[in-house]
């Protein structure tokens, strides 16, 4: 079936630091992708998506490529700051009109100044 | 996007009582869906709030322990029956308002069962 892989967590970084946190999937469709970042006590936040290869999402900084030839769509910013510090997840959706969202385990992110 | 409100936000119930959750949205939509998010863990997809018909649920959940109603097109409950400590979690309703359009989600219910 359909699912979606990300890296263990927690990530925990310095201020500044470069980030990338991995996500791979497996889907017999043709997923959109989706990074959602949910904060403390929170619910969760659409952060950035692509709905097909070679698209590359971006939102605050944080960008995530598509990638068909290696199902992968990992998350990256260059330069974290301390109110990133969040859970973010990785998830799919095969697109068609009211199919819900397939989520990975989340990646913690702690960052210190 | 649609404003998407539930409430309550929280709630501490004592076992083997009900509790109803609302969401509400600002706009009508098209999809709307239940998910449950158990401590420290990732969602897990509860069900299908289907307007005007029985909900669709996943494998794992059945509709005497999550009675869903989707009376309309912006309005949904989910109800958590014959509460066990087991069903501490957040609740979360999300929507999706028309084709090819992401899911947005509410901020979810935090229930604790003593």
């Known amino acids: 079936g359909d699912s979606v892989t990300q890296m263990e967590g927690p990530v925990t970084l310095s201020e500044e630091a470069f980030l990338t946190i991995n996500c791979t999937y497996t889907?017999?469709?043709?997923?959109?992708l989706f990074w959602y970042v949910q904060y403390p006590g929170e619910g969760l936040q659409l952060l950035l998506k692509a709905t097909k290869a070679d698209d590359k999402g971006s939102n605050k900084g944080f960008e995530a490529t598509y990638r068909k030839e290696t199902t992968s769509f990992h998350l990256e910013k260059g330069s974290v700051q301390v109110s990133d510090s969040a859970v973010y997840f990785c998830?799919?959706?095969?697109?068609?009109?009211?199919?819900?969202?397939?989520f990975g385990k989340g990646t913690t992110l702690s960052v210190s100044s | 996007s649609a404003v998407i409100s539930q409430k309550p936000s929280r709630d501490i119930c004592q076992r083997g009582t009900s509790l109803t959750i609302q969401c509400q949205v600002d706009s009508q939509v098209t999809m709307m869906f239940w998910y449950r998010q158990q401590p420290g863990q990732s969602l897990t997809l509860i069900a299908t709030a289907n307007q005007g018909s029985e909900a669709t649920y996943e494998s794992g959940f059945v509709i005497d322990k999550f009675p869903i109603s989707r009376p309309n097109l912006t309005f949904s409950t989910l109800t958590v029956s014959n509460m066990s400590p087991e069903d501490s979690s957040i609740y979360l309703c999300s929507v999706v308002s028309g084709n090819n359009q992401p899911q947005h989600f509410g901020d979810g219910t935090r229930l604790s069962i003593l």
């Open positions: 889907a017999t469709g043709y997923p959109s």
């Open positions: 998830a799919l959706t095969i697109n068609q009109a009211g199919t819900a969202l397939i």
